[in-house]
T-cell receptor, first 113, second 111 residues
Framework: DTEVTQTPKHLVMGMTNKKSLKCEQH?????MYWYKQKAKKPPELMFV???????INESVPSRFSPECPNSSLLNLHLHALQPEDSALYLCASSQQQAYNEQFFGPGTRLTVL | QKEVEQDPGPLSVPEGAIVSLNCTYS??????FMWYRQYSRKGPELLMYTYSSGNKEDGRFTAQVDKSSKYISLFIRDSQPSDSATYLCAMSGGSNYKLTFGKGTLLTVNP
């Protein structure tokens, strides 16, 4: 089963709201990633978790806060977002961080009003 | 010079055509090469994964890597309308395992 699931599929939020995106994989992968993708652009890496520890933070603003509760789950907590944060947020996983074969979820389409 | 160059297209072909998609890169440390297919408003789907130079075939898809020329290709034989999507090349290697993506090529296969 090479599936990464993400919830919700769509999210609309105001600039003062707090919301969370969720990601789950059951492939036994030990590295999980958050990406942001704007229309007609490739995915941009935001965070990497390796063995449930934050490994890479690509200088993402603090209004995005990742969390890895266990090896199968990855959350992205959102607070005080800006309209320019509207994008497709993608979760991915790989066997380990050193394994480049990354499997992506379907994404959450976020709109910030 | 960008690390990975990919012609964004759009590329439009008739059903049954052979499609050739390409990326060039400048970082000689890249050793792992991937092709992703992304349908509109969906997540990228890993199509092909190759290490170093050579060819890899999977059904109608063939990936080629020429490290000496820093050039990778994806060939799609007998293209189908369901192949209509954006194709992203991605690569990594060296001490930084971060994926570097091309901009993606939008392909339309017309029935």
């Amino acid at each position: 089963d090479t599936e990464v699931t993400q919830t919700p599929k769509h999210l609309v939020m105001g600039m003062t709201n707090k919301k969370s995106l969720k990601c789950e994989q059951h492939m036994g992968h030990r590295a999980m990633y958050w990406y942001k993708q704007k229309a007609k652009k490739p995915p941009e890496l935001m965070f990497v978790y390796s063995y449930e520890k934050l490994s890479i933070n690509e200088s993402v603003p603090s209004r995005f806060s990742p969390e890895c509760p266990n090896s199968s789950l990855l959350n992205l907590h959102l607070h005080a977002l800006q309209p320019e944060d509207s994008a497709l947020y993608l979760c991915a996983s790989s066997q380990q961080q050193a394994y480049n074969e990354q499997f992506f979820g379907p994404g959450t389409r976020l709109t910030v009003l | 010079q960008k690390e990975v160059e990919q012609d964004p297209g759009p590329l439009s072909v008739p059903e049954g055509a052979i499609v050739s998609l390409n990326c060039t890169y400048s970082n000689s440390a890249f050793q792992y090469f991937m092709w992703y297919r992304q349908y509109s408003r969906k997540g990228p789907e890993l199509l092909m994964y190759t290490y170093s130079s050579g060819n890899k075939e999977d059904g109608r898809f063939t990936a080629q890597v020429d490290k000496s020329s820093k050039y990778i290709s994806l060939f799609i034989r007998d293209s189908q309308p369901s192949d209509s999507a954006t194709y992203l090349c991605a690569m990594s290697g060296g001490s930084n395992y971060k994926l570097t993506f091309g901009k993606g090529t939008l392909l339309t296969v017309n029935p």
